[in-house]
Structure formats: structure tokens, C-alpha cells
């Protein structure tokens, strides 16, 4: 089955700084790649997603590459601000699964003042 | 307001009482899942089910059931519970089985087996 990695697992930057954080997945038939963000006591929300026949989408301050032949997609934050501090998670999904999604280990994004 | 909500937020109870976990959402939602949280190894799904009375097992399930008799609800059960299943568990719904659906995920449920 799909096994998606995410490094790294912990990640503190300065206010203002960007952030980057990648997995790579192991099923050359995925084809979709969300992100999702959860904060302190909370479950995780959708913040952008991509398929694969696009390279890169942007939402404000977050964007989302894609490198199919690599097998890895990246999530990029600019301009970082305290409230983007929680755990991000990558995750892939291949057409015609019922399991619709597998995550990646998560990722502890700490914006420091 | 659209939501998925989760009972009990925390549990802490003993090796082998049975409990039980309940997940609601008024969206609709035909999909539904339960997912485990644990530090290093992400979300891993325990069951899912497509629709009333369709449930298949996820990556995790040993240990767990559940059930889908109405649309909106999907508890999980632990039958005997053991520390092994202390963990963070997540409920979650989406439109369909199709893929790009988002993900609507509750608040969690905190466990604590002892």
C-alpha cells in the first residue's frame, strides 16, 4: 500500500521567515496530495490540496509543489506568523481507493515571536 | 453550523471495560472514518464506512469495531480495551467516497487506558 513520509518532524522559525516541509509518497498511482493543519485541541482542517497534473498552487501565504517523477510534494509558508504554529500533515490518496487518504507523520511548525 | 462532533473529548478507564466512542455530523456526509493520532506515526485510519451499513476495515482495526445503522452517526467500540489503544482518536466525514473530498475531522478524543 501508499507510504507517505513527511520530514521534518519538527520545525521552528523565526517570525517572518518562511517554512518548508516535504513528504514523499511510494505509490506511483497517487494522485492527489492534501494538507491538512491542526491546531492545539483541535482535529485537523484542510488548507490546500493539489492533484497531479499541476505543478504548483497557491493560496495567499501557503503553495504547494508537486514533483511526480520524484514522488514528492512539498508544503511552503511565507511570511510566517505566530498563528500558523500547529502540526501539519501531508497526505496522498490514489484514484478508486476506499481508504480515500494516508498520512504522513506530521509536522510541529513553531513560529517564534 | 456544519460540524462533526465526538463524545466523550476525554476518557480514562481500565484494561478490559468495554467502551464506546460516538461520532456525529450533520452534514449528510455519506463517508465516514475513525482515525488514531500517536506522536511520530501520523493518522492512521481504523475503520471507514461508505455508507449505512458498509463498514471496512483501515490500516489499524484489530482491537476495534463499529457500526453505521444511521447516516449521521459511527461510533467506535472497544470491546476490551488495552493500553496499546491509549491514543488520540479522530472522527471523520466527507461528502463521498470520491477522491479530493475534504476531510471533515471532530475535535478528538483523548483515551487513557490504564
Known amino acids: 500500500g501508499e507510504n507517505v513520509e513527511q520530514h521534518p518532524s519538527t520545525l521552528s522559525v523565526q517570525e517572518g521567515d518562511s517554512a518548508v516541509i516535504k513528504c514523499t509518497y511510494s505509490?506511483?498511482?497517487?494522485?492527489?496530495f492534501p494538507w491538512y493543519k491542526q491546531e492545539l485541541g483541535k482535529g485537523p482542517q484542510l488548507i490546500i490540496d493539489?492533484?497531479?497534473?499541476?505543478g504548483e498552487k497557491k493560496d495567499q501565504r501557503i503553495a504547494v509543489t508537486l514533483n511526480k517523477t520524484a514522488k514528492h510534494f512539498s508544503l511552503h509558508i511565507t511570511e510566517t506568523q505566530p498563528e500558523d504554529s500547529a502540526v501539519y500533515f501531508c497526505?496522498?490518496?490514489?484514484?478508486?481507493?476506499?481508504?480515500?487518504?494516508?498520512f504522513g507523520s506530521g509536522t510541529q511548525l513553531t513560529v517564534l515571536p | 453550523e456544519a460540524q462533526v462532533t465526538q463524545n466523550p473529548r476525554y476518557l480514562i478507564t481500565v484494561t478490559g471495560k468495554k467502551l464506546t466512542v460516538t461520532c456525529s455530523q450533520n452534514?449528510?456526509?455519506?463517508?465516514m472514518s475513525w482515525y488514531r493520532q500517536d506522536p511520530g506515526l501520523g493518522l492512521r485510519q481504523i475503520y471507514y464506512?461508505?455508507?449505512?451499513?458498509?463498514?471496512d476495515k483501515g490500516d489499524v482495526p484489530e482491537g476495534y469495531k463499529v457500526s453505521r445503522k444511521e447516516k449521521r452517526n459511527f461510533p467506535l467500540i472497544l470491546e476490551s480495551p488495552s493500553p496499546n489503544q491509549t491514543s488520540l482518536y479522530f472522527c471523520?466525514?466527507?461528502?463521498?467516497?470520491?477522491?479530493?473530498?475534504?476531510?471533515?475531522f471532530g475535535p478528538g478524543t483523548r483515551l487513557t487506558v490504564t
Open positions: 471523520a466525514s466527507s461528502l463521498g467516497r470520491g477522491q479530493g473530498l475534504e476531510q471533515y
Open positions: 505509490d506511483s498511482a497517487s494522485n492527489y
Open positions: 493539489i492533484r497531479s497534473n499541476v
Open positions: 497526505a496522498a490518496s490514489r484514484p478508486g481507493s476506499a481508504r480515500q487518504l494516508t
Open positions: 452534514m449528510n456526509h455519506e463517508y
Open positions: 464506512s461508505m455508507n449505512v451499513e458498509v463498514t
